[in-house]
T-cell receptor
Framework: DTAVSQTPKYLVTQMGNDKSIKCEQN?????MYWYKQDSKKFLKIMFSYNNKELIINETVPNRFSPKSPDKAHLNLHINSLELGDSAVYFC???????????FGEGSRLTVL | AQKITQTQPGMFVQEKEAVTLDCTYDTSDPSYGLFWYKQPSSGEMIFLIYQGSYDQQNATEGRYSLNFQKARKSANLVISASQLGDSAMYFC????????????FGTGTRLLVSP
């Protein structure tokens, strides 16, 4: 049973389209995150939700809209995709305390 | 501002030798945590080891140990007896507690283990 699963694993789309990535965790964690890994492998936090409430929004363009229907799910919707959005998007979850992140496998988005 | 610095973009080591990957951090918070993650070419992020700022002893997990030098603000990862499967990107990260927890990552070090 995968602890943090995200779908799809790969997305290839044209500029201007809209796409969504879904994430689910079965670890019972209260906090979920979206991280973006760019082509230079740099990992940067985008959003964090705690018990369905948005708690961190790291100045991400508002074309990116996260949604957490419950504390086990965190989705990411991206409007009007741009070339610069091409990256690997990682979902992760953690529990307050040590704060170790449990990552999903990543979703590689390619915008043409 | 909290920051993690990894100054080695790439490192080479021969199989069975030990290697040290450098990590320095900057924070004014007395309570923080330091992590190392491994990212093989398949892309997943694998947690390796954790060190809390109040931990007296250096963390160890199998062949991984964390050389924690608080005064120097460094948290180097030592991999003993390198194996070919250790070839990967390695990320140092720091837990930041500014009301809400998040991990801030360094730029990573690519380790190549040769036979």
């Amino acid at each position: 049973d995968t602890a943090v699963s995200q779908t799809p694993k790969y997305l290839v789309t044209q500029m201007g389209n809209d796409k969504s990535i879904k994430c689910e965790q079965n670890l019972g964690h209260d906090t979920m995150y979206w991280y973006k890994q760019d082509s230079k492998k740099f990992l940067k936090i985008m959003f964090s939700y705690n018990n369905k409430e948005l708690i961190i929004n790291e100045t991400v363009p508002n074309r990116f809209s996260p949604k957490s229907p419950d504390k086990a799910h965190l989705n990411l919707h991206i409007n009007s995709l741009e070339l610069g959005d091409s990256a690997v998007y990682f979902c992760a979850s953690s529990q307050v305390g040590i704060g170790e992140l449990f990552f999903g496998e990543g979703s590689r988005l390619t915008v043409l | 501002a909290q920051k993690i610095t990894q100054t080695q973009p790439g490192m080479f080591v021969q199989e069975k030798e030990a290697v040290t990957l450098d990590c320095t951090y900057d924070t004014s918070d007395p309570s923080y945590g330091l992590f190392w993650y491994k990212q093989p070419s398949s892309g997943e992020m694998i947690f390796l080891i954790y060190q809390g700022s109040y931990d007296q002893q250096n963390a160890t997990e199998g062949r991984y140990s964390l050389n924690f030098q608080k005064a120097r603000k460094s948290a180097n990862l030592v991999i003993s007896a390198s194996q070919l499967g250790d070839s990967a990107m390695y990320f140092c990260a720091m837990r930041v507690d500014t009301g809400f927890q998040k991990l801030v990552f360094g730029t990573g070090t690519r380790l190549l283990v040769s036979p």
